[in-house]
């Protein structure tokens, strides 16, 4: 069974940083690898967005509100996934969630708890 647990989430100033980290348990190293990965958040009053993503061969997309200020990552070696943030802004302020799915899969499977980000203007 996988697992997915986040964390790295707090509350800072409008421009600071945030580095969020999404550690993966259930799976082996090949498998994790093999997994796409990435990244959602919720702010109160709205849907789930997708923030960014990350392929296995480690090809990345942003929605275009992050583009240039947030970096996802991954480490296979550690089965953990990363969300950088930078000039972090009071709108970014959500429920920030990790996501997996394999390859076959239509939909995002796995699923965090999440881990929450709050922004001060």
């Known amino acids: 069974q996988v697992h997915l647990v986040e964390s790295g989430g707090g509350s800072v100033q409008s421009g600071g940083t945030l580095r969020l980290s999404c550690a993966a348990s259930?799976?082996?190293?090949?498998?994790?690898?093999?997994?796409?990965m990435a990244w959602f958040r919720q702010a109160p009053g709205k849907g789930r967005e997708g923030v960014a993503d990350?392929?296995?061969?480690?090809?990345?997309t942003y929605t275009d509100s992050v583009k240039g200020r947030f970096t996802i990552s991954r480490d296979n070696a550690k089965n953990t996934l990363f969300l950088q943030m930078n000039s972090l802004k009071p709108e970014d302020t959500a429920m920030y969630y990790c996501?997996?799915?394999?390859?076959?899969?239509?939909?995002?499977?796995?699923w965090g708890q999440g881990t929450q980000v709050t922004v001060d203007s």
């Open positions: 996501a997996a799915r394999r390859v076959i899969d239509s939909g995002w499977i796995y």
């Open positions: 259930g799976y082996t190293s090949s498998t994790y690898s093999s997994s796409c």
């Open positions: 990350i392929d296995t061969a480690g090809r990345t």
